[in-house]
């Protein structure tokens, strides 16, 4: 299995057709702000690997990291926050398009405190239905949430989303090590099969 603690930025790239294609993908997508960047981060035990902040629209590019030298994670811009909605829909299209057969599979992340929105359905059809991409649906934030919300967040993915079986579903916090490893262990599921 692999680990990912021998990670490393490696560039970012504005313009789909410069994505590097020598190696195989894993592609962190989600919301502005839903914590793609601090997932990635956790995975590697690199707290400053990926830029984090609070502020959402921060990532404008496709940020890739080399992990163990075999694999590229590649955290994405966040969608539906940016002033220019189409900007995000034209750079997923054409980086889906580029790097189709080399990607192993998608993190989809959600935020577990927010009801699904408009842009996590059309992402989810438009993108991981349509072009039939392997994902999962990592939710974030699990420590800020009761059993209530854990509840209905589990209700309304199963509403709107064809989940096959709610192990492609998990919940997660930076702050939980076991949360983490399962992610881990899900990714290393994708890259060897």
């Given at each position: 299995?692999?680990?990912?603690?021998?990670?490393?930025?490696?560039?970012?790239?504005?313009?789909?057709?410069?994505?590097?294609?020598?190696?195989?993908?894993?592609?962190?997508?989600?919301?502005?702000?839903?914590?793609?960047?601090?997932?990635?981060?956790?995975?590697?035990?690199?707290?400053?690997?990926?830029?984090?902040?609070?502020?959402?629209?921060?990532?404008?590019?496709?940020?890739?990291?080399?992990?163990?030298?075999?694999?590229?994670?590649?955290?994405?811009?966040?969608?539906?926050?940016?002033?220019?909605?189409?900007?995000?829909?034209?750079?997923?299209?054409?980086?889906?398009?580029?790097?189709?057969?080399?990607?192993?599979?998608?993190?989809?992340?959600?935020?577990?405190?927010?009801?699904?929105?408009?842009?996590?359905?059309?992402?989810?059809?438009?993108?991981?239905?349509?072009?039939?991409?392997?994902?999962?649906?990592?939710?974030?934030?699990?420590?800020?949430i009761?059993?209530?919300q854990y509840?209905a967040?589990?209700?309304?993915?199963n509403?709107?989303?064809?989940?096959?079986?709610?192990?492609?579903?998990?919940?997660?916090?930076?702050?939980?090590?076991?949360?983490?490893?399962?992610?881990?262990?899900q990714?290393?599921?994708?890259?060897?099969?």
């Amino acid at each position: 299995m692999l680990n990912f603690h021998d990670s490393k930025f490696l560039k970012s790239v504005f313009d789909a057709k410069l994505i590097p294609k020598d190696k195989k993908t894993v592609i962190f997508v989600g919301r502005s702000n839903v914590g793609k960047s601090s997932l990635i981060n956790a995975l590697c035990e690199n707290s400053k690997m990926a830029r984090v902040s609070s502020k959402p629209g921060k990532t404008i590019s496709l940020n890739y990291f080399l992990i163990n030298k075999k694999i590229y994670f590649v955290d994405t811009p966040g969608y539906g926050y940016s002033s220019k909605p189409t900007s995000f829909t034209q750079l997923m299209e054409s980086f889906f398009v580029e790097i189709k057969y080399i990607t192993k599979c998608v993190v989809f992340v959600l935020d577990s405190r927010r009801n699904l929105m408009i842009n996590d359905k059309v992402f989810y059809n438009n993108f991981l239905i349509d072009k039939n991409i392997k994902f999962f649906i990592v939710l974030t934030k699990k420590d800020k949430i009761d059993k209530q919300q854990y509840d209905a967040v589990l209700r309304d993915i199963n509403k709107n989303f064809k989940i096959v079986k709610n192990e492609e579903i998990f919940f997660s916090s930076i702050k939980d090590s076991k949360s983490i490893n399962k992610i881990k262990k899900q990714i290393n599921f994708f890259y060897l099969n």
